[in-house]
T-cell receptor
Framework: RKEVEQDPGPFNVPEGATVAFNCTYS??????FFWYRQDCRKEPKLLMS???SGNEDGRFTAQLNRASQYISLLIRDSKLSDSATYLC????????????FGTGTRLTVIP | DTGVSQDPRHKITKRGQNVTFRCDPI?????LYWYRQTLGQGPEFLTY????????KSRLLSDRFSAERPKGSFSTLEIQRTEQGDSAMYLC????????????????FGPGTRLTVL
């Protein structure tokens, strides 16, 4: 079983729409959770960390459910510039340094 | 630009040849990581250095792969006797422990080296 499972999409949504991405992780001892954004042929960049209490950054809201080992990202009022691949990322148990990436979910925002 | 840099950006080689990639991390970042990414997949961890010490290696890192960070600054990743299955984007990332401790330090990725093995 993969460490992180994500629906690869693609998600094609109109401008202004709200879209949600989900992923699950297999290691219950995982300590840190993130969403990275990757534009076509570019490197991944940290979008936001995900905290147990849930956190929001502008139009982006991330949530974590440790009991279900489930992570979500909600994007409100989608912009054309949000078109990218969104990678769900998990860091392993305490002391681990490497990150486990999902396959990514491709989002295209349509005018 | 003070971000992570990688060289070359693209490499085309014939099967069986050796290739070497270089990564220059962000200055003062003591942690350096190598990942591999194939089309339609997320990056997969290969190896990790803290300063000059290679502390973790993935089982993906076969005997044909070797990485070094001799002075704790730049790193090289060498692939010997390349195979077509080695074709991928090789990403380098660096990080620095968060001031005051803490369990996570953001990894900043370089632009990658795209390897094509013919």
């Amino acid at each position: 079983r993969k460490e992180v499972e994500q629906d690869p999409g693609p998600f094609n949504v109109p401008e202004g729409a709200t879209v949600a991405f989900n992923c699950t992780y297999s290691n219950s001892a995982s300590q840190s959770f993130f969403w990275y954004r990757q534009d076509c042929r570019k490197e991944p960049k940290l979008l936001m960390s995900v905290y147990s209490s849930g956190n929001e950054d502008g139009r982006f809201t991330a949530q974590l459910n440790r009991a279900s080992q489930y992570i979500s990202l909600l994007i409100r009022d989608s912009k054309l510039s949000d078109s990218a691949t969104y990678l769900c990322v998990v860091r392993g148990s305490t002391g681990a340094n490497n990150l486990f990436f999902g396959t990514g979910t491709r989002l295209t925002v349509i005018p | 630009d003070t971000g992570v840099s990688q060289d070359p950006r693209h490499k085309i080689t014939k099967r069986g040849q050796n290739v070497t990639f270089r990564c220059d991390p962000i200055s003062e970042h003591n942690r350096l990581y190598w990942y591999r990414q194939t089309l339609g997949q997320g990056p997969e961890f290969l190896t990790y250095f803290q300063n000059e010490a290679q502390l973790e290696k993935s089982r993906l890192l076969s005997d044909r792969f070797s990485a070094e960070r001799p002075k704790g600054s730049f790193s090289t990743l060498e692939i010997q006797r390349t195979e077509q299955g080695d074709s991928a984007m090789y990403l380098c990332a660096s990080s620095h422990p968060r001031a005051g401790g803490g369990s996570y330090n953001e990894q900043f990725f370089g632009p990658g080296t795209r390897l094509t093995v013919l």
